[in-house]
């Protein structure tokens, strides 16, 4: 049975224009980190075995989204490990902007059972939105690849 996914991808010639979407910013926020992970591998195969904690900061909630993707990403980059569940605790305004708390699931990259499909270079804040209205949250982003 297929899974449910809250993203989509839009046209766009070079890059990964993504829009992912939700009942609030937490959910559209986690679809995003979704789609991010799916445009690299299958997420289907990828075991939420290991449980990480995630939290950033931002000025405003684009440049939280950013600070989201780019986290998770460069967690990939760094400890070679893919996620494919993503659970966001919080969203919260503070005095300075606002702050993300999550926990991100994955396991480490396995080339015999981890397909590769583009490799993700970064987030961009390019064409960047963040739509929000009573029960529905969009996000736009481009992935640089």
């Not at 739509?131 to 982003?141: A, D, I, L, Q």
Request: aromatic share 12%; glycine share 4%; hydrophobic share 40%.
């Amino acid at each position: 049975m297929p899974v449910k996914r809250g993203f989509k991808y839009l046209e766009h010639t070079a890059d990964i224009y993504v829009e992912a979407y939700g009942r609030d910013l937490a959910e559209a926020f986690e679809n995003a980190a979704s789609a991010l992970f799916e445009t690299m591998t299958n997420i289907d195969d990828v075991e939420p075995k290991a449980e990480e904690s995630v939290e950033v900061e931002a000025e405003d909630k684009h440049a939280l989204l950013y600070s989201w993707l780019e986290e998770i990403l460069v967690r990939f980059e760094l400890n070679n490990r893919l996620y494919s569940k993503f659970k966001i605790d919080e969203i919260i305004k503070t005095g300075l902007g606002y702050r993300l708390k999550a926990r991100i699931y994955g396991e480490e990259f396995d080339e015999s059972k981890h397909i590769q499909k583009v490799g993700v270079k970064a987030v961009t804040y390019h064409r960047m939105e963040i739509n929000e209205s009573p029960g529905r949250v969009t996000v736009k982003f481009i992935l640089d690849i």
